[in-house]
């Protein structure tokens, strides 16, 4: 490290992550879900990329709302997401690290915190 650099070091305090599709893959288990649920009413439909672009980036109900309207599933959201949310906790337990995941390369003995949005 040049002298230059090292005068703009700082002491890392705390690091918190986004467990949730960064350090877990976690985006398979919702695929999975999404497209169990939609063949209990519609078996020649699949999710595609399309409908979970138009998801991304969106509050749970919002995402759910695209997903009913774009699928055609004829459930309320509050009904889909107590369907789904037992389905995910049977598979969160198994969810695989990532590759290349940004924990490899810390080397951290502070406080660390996981954040996961589950609604």
């Known amino acids: 490290m040049s ?3 090292a005068s703009h070091v700082t002491n890392i305090t705390h690091v ?26 519609h078996p020649e439909k699949t999710f595609s990329w399309n409908v979970k672009v138009k998801m991304m980036g969106r509050g749970p109900n919002d995402a759910i709302q695209i997903l009913l309207a774009e699928m055609g599933l004829p459930l309320t959201i509050a009904e889909y997401a107590a ?11 198994k969810a695989k690290p ?4 940004i924990s490899d390369g810390i080397y951290y003995s502070g406080p660390v915190s996981l954040f996961l949005q589950f609604e």
Do not use: H, Q, W
Not at 18 to 25: E, I, K, T, V
Not at 26 to 35: F, M, P
Not at 83 to 93: L, P, Q, T
């Open 98 to 101: 990532l590759p290349g995941r």
């Open 83 to 93: 369907e789904s949310s037992k389905m995910y906790e049977k598979r969160f337990s």
């Open 16 to 41: 918190i992550f986004d467990l949730d599709g960064l350090l877990l893959n976690t985006e398979d288990i919702y695929s999975e879900v999404a497209n169990e649920l939609i063949r209990r009413y």
């Open 3 to 5: 002298a230059a650099s």
